[in-house]
């Protein structure tokens, strides 16, 4: 009998941020990989939790794959988290998702937080379209990226991280003309905001604000 893959969203920040279901999974589960056991144990230990906890990262060998596989064929029920959100969505799954597909072993989605998606919930955008580009790119293709942003007659969606974020402006300031520009940083957090302007108000703000130049960030570009 084959076993179960399941693929489960953890909070972007907000511990309470955690469905029954995916909480149910968690404990149920033979084993739980997750990227950093650390961070994923500091979760479980908040809902008291006893799992075993197996590290499972963007680096992960082909032969812990095999591994992973060789469980799951035994009929194992293993579950997958990322540190932050959906396993898959800028984050390790991917890989393990589609092998376990070709071997026509189950795979379960334990659907919760994105921070696409939360972004996007809070963003004032009219329409039901958007655009998502994972990351910006940090060297190769990073003109392109912002230039391609550029023309997208929809909302783009894409995420930065703190180091980068002022110099994202700056790029994105060269390519906008008339679009809006809607920050969203530490959702679900304490320091929680959105921030919604032209490129050059919104550049404005942040150097205004280095404060808040630090945290979690996720760009929303609307035509
Ligand atoms: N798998 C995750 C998801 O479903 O959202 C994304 C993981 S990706 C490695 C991490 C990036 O997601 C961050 O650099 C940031 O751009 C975005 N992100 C994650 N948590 C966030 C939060 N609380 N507020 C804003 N952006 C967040």
């Excluded at 998702?97 to 955008?125: N, Y």
């Excluded at 910006?136 to 293709?141: E, I, L, Q, S, T």
């Excluded at 906008?176 to 050059?200: D, Y």
Aim: with cysteine; aromatic share 8%.
């Amino acid at each position: 009998m084959k076993g179960i893959l399941s693929i489960v969203a953890t909070p972007i920040g907000n511990l309470e941020d955690m469905t029954l279901r995916a909480l149910r999974i968690l404990k149920e589960a033979d084993y739980v990989l997750c990227e950093d056991t650390r961070v994923t144990g500091k979760l479980l230990s908040h809902y008291e939790i006893d799992a075993s906890l197996v590290r499972y990262d963007a680096h992960a060998s082909a032969h812990v794959h095999e591994e992973i596989l060789r469980d799951l064929k035994e009929g194992k029920h293993i579950a997958l988290v990322s540190d932050a959100g959906t396993p898959g969505v800028s984050d390790p799954g991917v890989l393990l998702v589609s092998q376990a597909l070709v071997e026509d072993i189950k795979v379960e989605t334990i659907p919760g937080p994105s921070a696409v998606t939360a972004a996007f919930s809070i963003a004032g955008v009219s329409g039901n379209q958007f655009v998502f580009l994972g990351f910006v790119p940090h060297k190769k293709g990073r003109q392109t990226f912002f230039e391609r942003v550029a023309e997208y007659e929809i909302p783009v969606i894409f995420y930065e991280s703190t180091h980068r974020i002022m110099k994202t402006f700056t790029s994105l300031s060269e390519v906008l003309t008339s679009q809006t520009v809607i920050v969203a940083r530490e959702l679900t957090k304490l320091h929680e905001e959105v921030v919604k302007g032209s490129i050059e108000e919104v550049e404005l703000y942040f150097k205004e604000h280095p404060d808040h130049q630090k945290g979690e960030f996720v760009v929303i570009v609307t035509p």
